[in-house]
């Protein structure tokens, strides 16, 4: 065999290795597409009828700062959840108004308020689930249901869907990377809607296994 024959073997054997680690690649790396991942401390969403309850009739939500998705914020305003034998935790409201108050926790927090039962359920989907206290400057409301661990998703644009090959309610792989650990998420719901920004939601305790920080980059698996 000829030196340029060699030379064009090994050069074939190179692309052939790029072309097979390329299809392994995720989506985002291949594409060049990064999606970024943050993780949500305990917060709560509450309607106008909780909200007049808790801090009193009439009274407006003051952002704090806004938050990745459009339109929504992070509020100044605190309440208090209680589990039912009077364990407590402070839990911040995100805001707009919503019309049905939702509280949104981690299983470490359920396990420390001894709710038992707190689901892994996308938001807005309560029925069944557990309830507790909420308590405010002004009074408090008992919740009957509504305490959910949020299910861990990816909110897309119609347009991040079609670059990413996904459907909405898909469930995806999605790997994160951080210094001391790498890990992939299955089971990650694609949210899609045209009022998404591209990101992706944890919660803490996810956050913790996973050694990551905010804004960490996320990508898609695909097999």
């Known amino acids: 065999m000829s030196e340029e024959e060699i030379v064009r073997r090994i050069v074939r054997e190179v692309l052939e290795k790029i072309e097979k680690e390329g299809k392994e ?4 790396e291949a594409s060049g597409k990064v999606i970024y991942c943050n993780y949500s401390n305990r917060h709560c969403h509450i309607s106008r ?3 007049d309850v808790v801090y009193g009739k009439g009274y ?3 952002k704090m700062k806004d938050l990745c998705q459009p339109g929504e914020f992070a509020t100044n305003e605190m309440l208090t959840i209680v589990g039912p034998t009077g364990e407590t935790l402070p839990i911040r409201i995100l805001g707009p108004i919503r019309g049905k108050t939702q509280v949104e926790i981690s299983k470490t927090d359920s396990f420390a308020l001894k709710i038992k039962g707190v689901p892994v359920r996308e938001s807005g989907k309560v029925e069944g689930t557990p309830g507790c206290v909420l308590v405010g400057p002004a009074g408090a409301v008992t919740l009957k249901e509504g305490v959910i661990a949020a299910m861990r998703h990816v909110h897309l644009t119609p347009e991040d ?3 990413f090959g996904v459907k909405d309610s898909e469930m995806l792989k999605v ?6 650990r790498t890990l992939v998420f299955d089971k990650v719901v694609a949210r899609v809607k045209s009022s998404y920004a591209l990101e992706m939601h944890i ?4 956050a913790n296994a996973a050694g990551v920080g905010q804004n960490t980059p996320a990508y898609i698996v695909k097999e």
């Open 175 to 180: 790997r994160l990377e951080s210094p001391d």
């Open 25 to 28: 690649m995720t989506q985002g």
């Open 49 to 51: 009828e909780d909200l």
């Open 161 to 163: 869907a079609e670059y």
């Open 203 to 206: 919660d803490v305790d996810e």
């Open 60 to 62: 407006e939500l003051t």
